[in-house]
C-alpha cells in the first residue's frame, strides 16, 4: 500500500472554477432521476466512465457515494472519478450530498464518542486493576 492509497481527499471550493450562474441553473433544473451527464464537469468519458459502474442518474452517484460510510463523500467520489475536476461535480451536488455529508459526519462523531468511551474504560480498568483508589 502506497502513502497514496492512504491519502484522504477533501474538497477544495477554490478548486471547483464552477460558477454561481450556473451552479444555480443546475440546482433549479436536476433532480435525483436526472442522468449524471447534467451534472456541470461531467464529460462523455465520465459518463461512460459511471456507466460501467451502473451510475445512469444522480441517484444512482448518491447511492454509490453512500455505500462507503467509512470515508468522506468527496474521497468516495474521487475514487470513482479519476483524472478530472472533482471539485466541480462536487460542489455541483452540493444541495443532493447535504444528507450524505451529514450522515458521514454523524457516523464520524459516534466512532469518536466510542473511542473516548473506550479509552475511558482502559483508563479505569487499568486504574483498578493495579489496586488503585479512585476517587
Not at 18 to 25: A, N, P, R, T, W
Not at 45 to 59: A, D, G, V, Y
Not at 83 to 93: E, G, P, Q
Request: with cysteine; net charge negative.
Amino acid at each position: 500500500m502506497s502513502a497514496e492509497d492512504d491519502k484522504i481527499y477533501t474538497f477544495d471550493k477554490t478548486k471547483s472554477h464552477l460558477s454561481d450562474e450556473k451552479k444555480q441553473q443546475f440546482e433549479e433544473n436536476a433532480t435525483a432521476g436526472s442522468p449524471v451527464i447534467e451534472i456541470p464537469g461531467v464529460g462523455a468519458i465520465t459518463k461512460k466512465n459511471w456507466e460501467k459502474q451502473n451510475i445512469l442518474t444522480i441517484q444512482d452517484l448518491l447511492n454509490t457515494i453512500k455505500k462507503d460510510t467509512g470515508k468522506p463523500p468527496f474521497h468516495i467520489l474521487r475514487s470513482i472519478t479519476p483524472h478530472v475536476n472533482c471539485h466541480k461535480i462536487y460542489d455541483s451536488l452540493e444541495v443532493f450530498l447535504n444528507d450524505v455529508e451529514d450522515e458521514y459526519l454523524t457516523e464520524v462523531a459516534i466512532k469518536k464518542r466510542i473511542a473516548i468511551e473506550d479509552s475511558k474504560d482502559l483508563v479505569y480498568n487499568k486504574i483498578k486493576d493495579n489496586d488503585c483508589i479512585i476517587q
